[in-house]
T-cell receptor, first 117, second 115 residues
């Protein structure tokens, strides 16, 4: 596709449920990032992939959060046993630049809004 | 943790006026980027300024960077109602020895341009 695609756009989960959020980056983009954005806040870094390698997962808030990008393209963010504090918009972004080299702009998806009841 | 701090938090102006937003950060950086976010949408990249640059223009946007004061400003000239959005600064400090790169974001300035 022309841009970064995220699904679902909206997800309502009951506390304790597992959820999976999908990100389809721009074709050929090496770098992929997941961010969490609470209402009225800026994005908070969760994790970073370069191709299929997860090079930084320091922002994942707990071991209930897990991300993968097995073939270096589509990525999935999984949240197990969701809690109310997990309610936020989860943004995916991709970039054609390698993470440790020349900086470049990030291309964001529209986000997945998760509400945990 | 968030590094950037934008001010004002909210700004309301009339169409045609200029809008100025400021961003301060705490640690040294390699570059600073400004992004725009319409309500309920993803972020869109506006402009990137490197640490060795002092000013950059893109259409109606003008960005300045003062590394001695650890601050940046975004000026939107001749504002339009369509400029209504939240504006975020993000600082980049990538590590040469590794493959890690992550932007550190501010809380954003909410701009309302009234017709």
């Amino acid at each position: 596709g022309a841009g970064v695609s995220q699904s679902p756009r909206y997800k309502v989960a009951k506390r304790g449920q597992d959820v999976a959020l999908r990100c389809d980056p721009i074709s050929g983009h090496v770098s992929l990032f997941w961010y969490q954005q609470a209402l009225g806040q800026g994005p908070e870094f969760l994790t970073y992939f370069q191709n299929e390698a997860q090079l930084d997962k320091s922002g994942l808030p707990s071991d209930r959060f897990f991300a993968e990008r097995p073939e270096g393209s589509v990525s999935t963010l999984k949240i197990q046993r969701t809690q109310q504090e997990d309610s936020a918009v989860y943004l995916c972004a991709s970039s054609h630049n390698r993470g440790g080299r020349v900086p470049g702009e990030l291309f964001f998806g529209e986000g997945s809004r998760l509400t945990v009841l | 943790s968030q590094q950037g701090e934008e001010d004002p938090q909210a700004l309301s102006i009339q169409e045609g006026e200029n809008a100025t937003m400021n961003c301060s950060y705490k640690t040294s950086i390699n570059n600073l980027q400004w992004y725009r976010q319409n309500s309920g949408r993803g972020l869109v990249h506006l402009i990137l300024i490197r640490s060795n640059e002092r000013e950059k223009h893109s259409g109606r946007l003008r960005v300045t960077l003062d590394t001695s004061k650890k601050s940046s400003s975004l000026l939107i000239t001749a504002s339009r109602a369509a400029d209504t959005a939240s504006y975020f600064c993000a600082t980049d400090k990538w590590h040469w020895t590794g493959n890690n790169r992550k932007l550190i974001w501010g809380l954003g300035t909410s701009l309302a341009v009234n017709p």
